[in-house]
């Protein structure tokens, strides 16, 4: 499940997608469907290459290679899913769960947001009035939403999802620890954002 949130990916992550249309490796042409054993070989191989960068210290052009690996496999899927399922399923979860890791150590959310994600630390009684007040979220604009009163911003880089508050519990305490404000919660609530699976 996808939501519209600011997206503030870096430059390169940007260049990702022009790697993916133009790239070498790709190797596709648009009146040249590639065939799926064809997609798989070249997966395999920008996992390798993602996985020798990862151990050269390389984590975001490691990410990109793996995320344009977990790509192929999603074109396989989409486009001949009778190929092969199960080895298709399984690389595609394999190149999508090393290239989130990746994400983690080769991505940063901006100052000021916390980490929305399901071990967020659990502070008191913010996560249970959360639960409470899910049902008072307004969608405020984009990856925006109003909270009695408060408004709190959602913020995407690359895997990683963030999110900041303007009431005084996160502006001068959360910000400032890394916990998540009784807002943050009813939106992560009400939006389902701790389900995300990417
Ligand atoms: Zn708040």
């Known amino acids: 499940m996808r939501f519209a949130v600011p997206r503030l990916r870096l430059a390169s992550a940007a260049a990702l997608g022009l790697f993916l249309l133009f790239g070498p490796d790709r190797g596709l042409r648009a009146d040249a ?3 799926p054993e064809d997609l798989n070989r070249q997966a395999f191989q920008l996992a390798r290459e993602g996985e020798r ?20 496999m999603e074109q396989i899927a989409r486009e001949d899913p009778a190929w092969n399922p199960v080895l298709v399923a399984s690389r595609r979860e394999e190149y999508r769960i090393r290239a989130a890791a990746l994400g983690e150590l080769a991505f940063r959310l901006p100052e ?14 913010r996560p249970a009035l959360g639960r409470v007040l899910a049902d008072q ?3 405020a604009g984009e990856g925006k939403f109003s909270v009695v009163g408060y408004t709190v911003e959602l913020a ?9 508050c303007n009431c005084p519990d ?6 400032v620890e890394d916990y998540a404000c009784r807002h943050i919660w009813a939106v992560a609530y009400s939006r389902r954002l701790l389900e995300r699976t990417d």
């Open 156 to 164: 995407e880089v690359a895997s990683l999802l963030g999110a900041r």
């Open 112 to 125: 000021g947001y916390v980490r929305v994600q399901p071990a967020m630390t659990r502070l008191g009684t």
């Open 170 to 175: 996160f502006v001068v305490r959360g910000a």
């Open 53 to 72: 960068l990862a151990r050269a210290g390389e984590e975001m052009a490691a990410w990109e290679k793996y995320s344009a690996a977990a790509e192929m």
């Open 137 to 139: 979220v307004r969608i």
């Open 33 to 35: 469907p590639a065939a």
